[in-house]
């Protein structure tokens, strides 16, 4: 963790994400976008965005999965989950109250909030999405 450039001394949180390219064959991949890196100070919230490209029609089978991974840890935990048309936020965890979804699988987004920002959300995130033909 970093502090704030200009002397205000609130300390701030990196949130990495992955960039990921996924899909069942070459021919039909889809491509997963997200932001290399995020920034956001404790107490804040900060938008993880993730967006993604798919030759093929977006199907209602869409599913999209959020991963975390602390910081130091070799361990990554799911913590949302968007299948069926309808998100799933893990209901235990460090995130089951400070999550909201604002994607839309249609507009190929599949982005979240975290609310209310910690020092132990410093960590690397990952959007995984999946469009079963």
């Known amino acids: ?7 205000s001394g609130s300390p701030l949180l ?3 994400g992955l960039l990921s390219v ?9 491509h997963v976008y997200t932001q290399r890196e995020v920034y956001g100070t404790v107490g804040s919230h900060v938008t993880l965005s993730c967006s993604f490209w798919s ?7 869409i599913s999209i999965t959020w991963h975390f991974q602390a910081e ?3 361990d990554s935990i799911s913590i949302f989950h ?4 309808q998100p799933y936020i893990d209901d ?3 995130f089951k109250e400070r999550m909201e979804w604002v994607g839309n699988p249609h507009r190929k987004d599949g982005s979240i909030v975290i609310h209310n920002l910690d ?3 410093n960590g690397t995130f990952t959007c995984d999405v999946k469009n079963p033909p």
Not at 1 to 7: H, T
Not at 22 to 30: A, E, N, R, V, Y
Not at 82 to 85: I, P, R, W
Request: glycine share 18%.
């Open 55 to 61: 030759s093929e029609w977006i199907s209602e089978d």
């Open 72 to 74: 130091g840890s070799r």
């Open 22 to 30: 996924l899909g069942p064959s070459p021919t039909s991949s889809i």
């Open 14 to 16: 990196l949130l990495a």
């Open 1 to 7: 963790m970093s502090q704030g450039a200009g002397g």
């Open 82 to 85: 968007y299948a069926k048309g």
């Open 92 to 94: 235990v965890g460090s």
């Open 119 to 121: 020092y132990t959300d």
